[in-house]
């Protein structure tokens, strides 16, 4: 345990900021709020879901395809793009001297935004959280975590100084700091205790090693588990170090719908008005809808391009397996009105790609899963964008509402009850007219 390591009692001085968050407008009801958060590669319209471009490709999509759906800010993963740097085909990066020669790499192309051909914003996670769950010999200490490289074995370290040195070459917009990750659903309250006073010792750390705060935010990362009160101590350790945005760590991790909603309206609650808030790992649209009107601003999951690969596409009214033979005969678009360069026509009175079509090609060419993720993407895209044209209208409630009486074709007794407890919660009863 580190409890012979004191928690920092006083908050080093604030950061610089290459942000602009400009509050447009908040429900009258509900936590909601809608922003424009301003970059260094341009405006980002909030709230809004982040597609996860893990090794600085989103799977199946060009960047210009990615562009053309309306993205403006996605999410590159630090320890792939890590791996990325030390591929054995690349021979000056595979000389023994770990990562630097990748990084000299990477620094010299001048960062990840022209490594992938990319205009826009990129955030990027800190590279802990998948060195614990994906490597089997992964060990966390106060120094930082220790694995063994899947590469070639060899001991490796990550600490909160290297992740934030790795970020600083990739040199994304937005850049997260190394914490301490457990399951929610851990019984070791001890344990947890630990990993939250940790996370923030590593984020004055990691504000330490920051090299560019004029041109890269970084972010804190609440954690905490689904202790409220373990949750508030946190939060307000965060909130003095007064980084430029501030997220909710830790969560989609197997826990009840309900503890889930619990955490993020408790740290919502006392999160500044004027900073981001980004909940991490967060993306069916469920979640979306009811985490806005909870105050969140920013998400970012893998589901909505990962489910597309098995035949999947998102619609108002649900998840459709295009792999249905049902759909074989079926000329018409994904979803009616939608604009997704999927559905949309190819020209004046020409038809968009059909359901039929990606039936016929999804279970034997990649061109079927890649139509899919378009559409996904541009869905979760829009979903967001009619969400703060809803906020900006103060006509929030009658969008959430709008939003299940479609997905569940109107039957009430088929809400899910995490929801109606959690917007009630908010001012919202799903169950009135």
Known sequence: MSSVIPRPIMAPASMPSALRFELLGKCSVTKARAATLHLPHGPVPLPIFMPVATQASLKGLTPAQLEDQGCRLCLNNTYHLYGLLQLPHAPLLTNGRGLKPGQATLDAVGGAHKLQAWPHNILTDS????????????????????????????????????????????????????????????????????????????LDRCIQAHKYPDRQNLFCIIQGGLHLDMRRECTAQMVARDTPGIAIGGLSGGEEKDAYCSVVKACTELLPEKKPRYVM????????????????????????????????????????????????????????????????????????????????VTAKETAGAHLLTMHNVHYQLNLMRLAREAILKDRYPHFVRDFFS??????????????VTALRGVGVDLHSD
């Open 127 to 202: 590279g802990g959280f998948q060195m614990v769950s994906l490597l089997k010999l992964a060990k966390v200490t106060e120094e930082g975590v220790r694995f063994l490289s899947p590469h070639d074995g060899s001991p490796m370290l990550l600490t909160p100084e290297h992740s934030i040195s790795l970020q600083n070459s990739i040199g994304s917009d937005i850049i997260m700091q190394l914490d301490d990750v457990i399951a929610t659903t851990s019984p070791d309250h001890a344990r947890m205790k630990e990993a939250m006073e940790r996370s923030v010792r590593w």
């Open 281 to 360: 790992g967060v993306g069916y649209p469920e979640d979306l809808v009811v985490s806005v009107a909870l105050g969140a601003d920013m998400f970012d999951c893998v589901w909505p391009t990962r489910t597309a690969r098995f035949g999947n596409a998102i619609t108002s009214r649900g998840v459709l397996n295009i792999r249905n033979a049902v759909y074989s005969e079926d000329f018409g678009p994904i979803e009616k009105g939608c604009r997704c360069t999927c559905c949309r026509p190819t020209s004046e009175g020409g038809l968009g790609i059909t359901r039929a079509y990606i039936y016929h």
């Open 406 to 419: 479609k997905l569940y074709d109107g039957d009430q007794q088929k809400y899910p009850e995490w929801a």
